[in-house]
């Protein structure tokens, strides 16, 4: 929702594999449905209750992913899939620096999150590397 408020995008989706936290994202989204900003931009916002690795993203110019709790192979998995990015796709990861030669590091900062504060970066994928099927 914060990112549809900001940025003119074609979609917008969020997927959260914790029913809780997709439940929160419905609350926000229901509320978010009484300004007038959010009508035109209702059809193209969608929240689903899935696993992340289990979607498509690679259309996405613009991903967040709350990285905290994910390791070992489901981080693999998903380093692998970035990698399907278009050049110049931006990739923002809570704790967790993605460690590919595909992505540099644009900018770090420190966010206040409900459990404390993480380190945040911000990535963009390399214009030498090309995407690989």
């Known amino acids: 929702l914060a ?3 900001v940025y003119s995008c074609k979609k917008y989706c969020g997927i959260e594999c914790l029913t809780s936290l997709h439940e929160n994202a419905l609350e926000a989204q229901s509320r978010f449905e009484k300004h007038a900003l959010y009508q035109p931009l209702r059809r193209n916002i969608s929240f689903i209750n899935d696993n ?3 979607y498509d993203f690679s ?3 613009l991903i967040f992913i709350n990285a905290t709790a994910l390791m070992g192979d489901i ?3 998903i380093c692998r899939k970035l990698h399907l990015l278009a050049l ?5 990861t809570t704790t967790k620096s993605l460690k590919s030669p595909d992505f540099s590091v644009i900018f770090t900062t420190k966010l206040q ?4 504060v ?5 990535h963009r994928r390399n214009e030498s590397v090309p995407p690989q099927a």
């Open 88 to 92: 110049g796709a931006i990739v923002i």
């Open 52 to 54: 992340f690795l289990e």
């Open 59 to 61: 259309d996405g110019m």
């Open 118 to 122: 993480v380190d945040t970066y911000i």
């Open 3 to 5: 990112t549809a408020m």
């Open 75 to 77: 981080w693999t998995e």
């Open 113 to 116: 999150m409900s459990w404390g």
